[in-house]
Each structure stands twice: as structure tokens, then as C-alpha cells.
């Protein structure tokens, strides 16, 4: 069983739109959950933070974190073509401990 | 202030040739890494590197060597590159530890990536 799993996609919505990404891992000693985005030919660029349960809100975007159900989720509230991408969840158990990421949920928000 | 520069974009290696890959930047950071992106697979650790003159293993070391000649350059090496090494290499850096980059308080920064075929 993979540590972090992510469904790929792809995930195609109107513009305006609220886009929900999801994330499911196994390991309950997770503690730090990030999400990055990734534009196509390009390198991951840190998106979202959190830790531990919760949510946290940027702007049109909320990290939402449900460690009873080992679940995380990023919401894109009234989306827009510039968030087409690929998002990339990724968690760790703390410090001196690897990142895992997940496989990302490539997006495209239609004008 | 470029960042995060690599070098090559692209490259096709044969089965056993040998080549190495150029990770460049200009913000001061001590930290670097490479890692390796593959469909399904998500991105991993290949090898890291805490400062000038030093080196350590990530989440899949083998067949790969790194060099920290000098601050802003870490370098990436195939000895005799197989075709599972085939994959998109990317480069990071942070200017603090990875372990701050797990607590919130930096982040790595990515460079554009290389895509490897090795046939």
C-alpha cells in the first residue's frame, strides 16, 4: 500500500467553479500536510501548508486536514484558467522524516 | 535573480553511458536536493546536501551520485544510466533545513526540471 494516495485525474471544470482535490494516506503518524502546484514543463512550487488537523485558508484556496479519517483536501473557490495545473499533496511525520508525496491531480479550469 | 536553473532540459542517454546533471542557484541557500518525478510514482528523494562538501542519501541513492563542490552547484551523476532511470529530474534548494521546510517556516524551491529517456 502506497503511504500517500491521489487520484489523477483529470479534473476538468468551468471557470467560477469550486474545485475540491483530495488526498488519503495511511501512516497516522503524518503530522504536516502540504500541497504544491505544478504548471506543466515546470517544478513544484509550494502551495499550502498545514499542521496537524484543521483548516487553513489563502485567499480562493482552503487546506482542510481530517486526521481522524486520514484525509486531506485543498479547495479552489471561483476558479480560474491560471489554476489549471498539476496539485501535489505531500506529508510527513515531522522533522528528520522523508516527505511522501502523492502522484497529483492534474486540473484544467475551462474559460 | 535567476533561482533555480538545470541543466540539461532534455537529454536521451543510451543503455550504460554515463552523464551528469547541473543544479544552479543564486539564492545563497545551504540546503540542495535532487529528486526524481515518475507517472504514478509521485516525486522521491534521490540525494540531498546540508551544505558545501556535503552529502546524503535520500529515499532511492542507488545507481545515482552527487557532488557539493560549491555552494550554489550540486551536481547529479549516472555512472552507467538503465532504462529505470528514465524520469523527470528536479533540483531544489532552501535556504534552511528541510526539516523547517516541514514546520512552515521556509520552503524549497524548485528548479524547471530535466526529462531523461535512457533507451
Known amino acids: 500500500q502506497k503511504e500517500v494516495e491521489q487520484d489523477p485525474g483529470p479534473l476538468s471544470v468551468p471557470e467560477g467553479a469550486i474545485v475540491s482535490l483530495n488526498c488519503t494516506y495511511s501512516?497516522?503518524?503524518?503530522?504536516?500536510f502540504m500541497w504544491y502546484r505544478q504548471y506543466s514543463r515546470k517544478g513544484p512550487e509550494l502551495l499550502m501548508y498545514?499542521?496537524?488537523?484543521g483548516n487553513k485558508e489563502d485567499g480562493r484556496f482552503t487546506a482542510q486536514v481530517d486526521k481522524s479519517s486520514k484525509y486531506i483536501s485543498l479547495f479552489i473557490r471561483d476558479s480560474q484558467p491560471s489554476d489549471s495545473a498539476t496539485y501535489l499533496c505531500?506529508?510527513?511525520?515531522?522533522?528528520?522524516?522523508?516527505?511522501?508525496f502523492g502522484t497529483g491531480t492534474s486540473l484544467t479550469v475551462i474559460p | 535573480n535567476a533561482g533555480v536553473t538545470q541543466t540539461p532540459k532534455f537529454r536521451v542517454l543510451k543503455t550504460g553511458q554515463s552523464m551528469t546533471l547541473l543544479c544552479a542557484q543564486d539564492?545563497?541557500?545551504?540546503?540542495m536536493y535532487w529528486y526524481r518525478q515518475d507517472p504514478g510514482m509521485g516525486l522521491r528523494l534521490i540525494h540531498y546536501?546540508?551544505?558545501?562538501?556535503?552529502?546524503a542519501k535520500g529515499e532511492v541513492p542507488d545507481g545515482y551520485n552527487v557532488s557539493r563542490l560549491k555552494k550554489q552547484n550540486f551536481l547529479l551523476g549516472l555512472e552507467s544510466a538503465a532504462p529505470s532511470q528514465t524520469s523527470v529530474y528536479f533540483c531544489?534548494?532552501?535556504?534552511?533545513?528541510?526539516?523547517?521546510?516541514?514546520?512552515?517556516?521556509?520552503?524549497?524551491?524548485f528548479g524547471p526540471g530535466t526529462r531523461l529517456t535512457v533507451l
Open positions: 531544489a534548494s532552501s535556504y534552511s533545513s528541510r526539516e523547517n521546510t516541514l514546520l512552515g517556516t521556509d520552503t524549497q524551491y
Open positions: 498545514t499542521y496537524s488537523s
Open positions: 546536501s546540508v551544505g558545501e562538501g556535503t552529502t
Open positions: 539564492m545563497n541557500h545551504e540546503y
Open positions: 505531500a506529508m510527513s511525520a515531522g522533522t528528520g522524516n522523508q516527505f511522501y
Open positions: 501512516n497516522s503518524a503524518f503530522q504536516y
